[in-house]
């Protein structure tokens, strides 16, 4: 069976940038990814806070510099999914693949965490043009516009209470008459002047050619329907872990995320977790590239303790 020292799951920034280090350090490394490398920054049409770019960058573009630079010092690229994972009774973990089986002396899972979406007309077409699933990336681009964020929970109220400070308006769309938020951020949010709430609200679709113009929600008391003309729509409606591999193995929050110390280090020896998919993740990319570096370099320091 084939051997590995450093196998990583997911190649993301974090996969991409555990890569990295870890073809440096000289370690015969392996990444898996059954989509695009890159992960959701591969999505992303303009990326302008990542150190480096004061004129930002194209986030497929540097996905695959990423992926580029991980291969220049050696990683090799699988384009392919990973089935299980196992610790066998020696400490080398087992992974089945699309391929077949292999095995490798320690393990980054690097998988993310996925969006959940709202799953109507429009959103999936006009996702990276006025669709966006994170505040942080994409607030400023819509500097004194009027935006919409769907959602009522702690996510919707602490990501439109960084909008206000850019935009003109905010409508935050809910499906109930109550926020599920807690009181701190509720009491914040009703004291913003540029937040107004709607209520009972769903979203039927998202309007607009090449970007974002308007939404379409319908009042589900009343059946009522109505356009609100917006610049953008701020989706936060939950994530989910793709904690598949981990289940069972590690330990998890109630969120279903890793829990993992300042390391990266799991509750198993030689099973890191880097990324959105461990616990009180950041959610951005510089965060995510630098899990990815922090775990890379513990792999390197637990093979180096073994050998």
């Known amino acids: 069976m084939e051997e590995y020292e450093i196998a990583i799951v997911g190649g993301g920034g974090a996969g991409l940038t555990a890569a990295l280090y870890a073809g440096r350090a000289g370690r015969k490394t392996v990444v ?28 497929f573009e540097l996905a695959q510099n990423m992926l580029k630079q991980a291969e220049k010092f050696g990683a090799e690229i699988r384009y392919e999914g990973v089935t299980s994972l196992t610790r066998r009774e020696d400490g080398r973990f087992e992974l ?12 980054i899972v690097t998988a993310g965490a996925g ?8 959103e999936e077409r006009l996702t990276g043009h006025g669709v ?17 964020v ?47 709430f709607a209520w009972d609200t769903v979203v039927e679709e998202i309007l607009g050619q090449d970007s ?16 609100l003309a917006t610049a953008a729509v701020f989706v936060f409606i ?7 591999l981990l289940k069972g193995l590690v330990d998890l929050d109630e969120g279903g995320h890793a829990e993992v110390d300042l390391r990266m280090r799991t509750s198993v020896p030689g099973l890191f977790v880097a990324g959105d998919l461990r616990t ?28």
């Open 32 to 59: 898996f990814e059954h989509m695009v490398t890159g992960g959701q920054i591969a999505t992303t049409a303009l990326v302008e806070n990542f150190p480096g770019f004061p004129d930002g960058v194209d986030g």
């Open 96 to 107: 089945n693949t699309d391929s077949g089986e292999l095995a490798a002396k320690t393990v």
């Open 115 to 122: 969006y959940n979406h709202l799953g109507v007309p429009g």
């Open 132 to 148: 966006s699933y994170c505040a942080t990336c994409d607030g400023a681009f819509f500097k004194d516009q009027d935006v919409v």
């Open 150 to 196: 769907i959602g009522g929970g702690d996510a919707a109220l602490d990501e439109g209470l960084f909008l206000a400070r850019l935009v003109r308006s905010i409508t935050l769309v809910h499906r109930r008459d109550t926020l599920r938020a807690s009181k701190v951020l509720q009491d914040r949010a009703r004291a913003e002047p540029k937040l107004a």
């Open 212 to 227: 974002v113009s308007a939404v379409r929600v319908r009042n589900i008391k009343t059946g009522e329907t109505r356009d």
């Open 238 to 244: 939950g994530q989910t872990p793709n904690n598949a």
């Open 280 to 307: 009180q993740a950041a959610r951005q990319l510089v965060a995510a590239c630098g899990d990815g570096a922090t775990a890379a370099i513990a792999a390197e320091q637990y093979l180096a303790e073994r050998t």
